[in-house]
């Protein structure tokens, strides 16, 4: 049963945020903005999944972020992407190779995966936006 997320405008702050030395001088709060028409382009082929583990750290992937990810994009190689092989989920960069596709982690600690060519493997989407609580 799909169910209708309600939309809640946030106060858009219009200058730009600087991470040096700020400006008193700059921006004021304009319009809002609805996040889900930021950072989703495609509803109906949109979901939503929240990280656990950190093979994917070096990519800014850590565990308790949830991640945006589009089926309606298509993969190709260095898409970071959420797979399903062997019964399980994983998201991982796709490497294609003259000899396979390969799901590389982002973390030197843990292994890259082959994709054999008996295996369960299929691309669920590709992540579109990473959302982090700091």
């Not at 939309?7 to 809002?32: C, D, I, K, M, N």
């Not at 070096?58 to 298509?74: C, K, V």
């Not at 989920?89 to 060519?117: C, H």
Request: proline share 4%.
């Amino acid at each position: 049963m799909k169910s209708e997320a309600k939309t809640a405008g946030l106060q858009f702050f219009e200058g730009r945020v600087q991470a040096g030395f700020p400006s008193p001088a700059q921006g004021e709060y304009a319009e809002s903005i609805d996040l889900n028409r930021a950072l989703i382009s495609n509803p109906a082929a949109t979901f939503c999944a929240r990280v656990i583990g950190n093979s994917m750290v070096d990519a800014g992937i850590n565990e308790g972020d949830l991640l945006i990810i589009d089926r309606s994009l298509t993969p190709h190689d260095g898409s970071i992407a959420v797979v399903f092989i062997d019964g399980d989920f994983t998201v991982k960069r796709l490497s294609v190779r003259d000899d396979g596709i390969y799901l590389t982690p982002a973390n030197a600690t843990y292994p890259e995966i082959k994709v054999g060519e008996d295996a369960n493997f299929q691309v669920w989407g590709v992540v579109s936006h990473i959302i982090k609580r700091v």
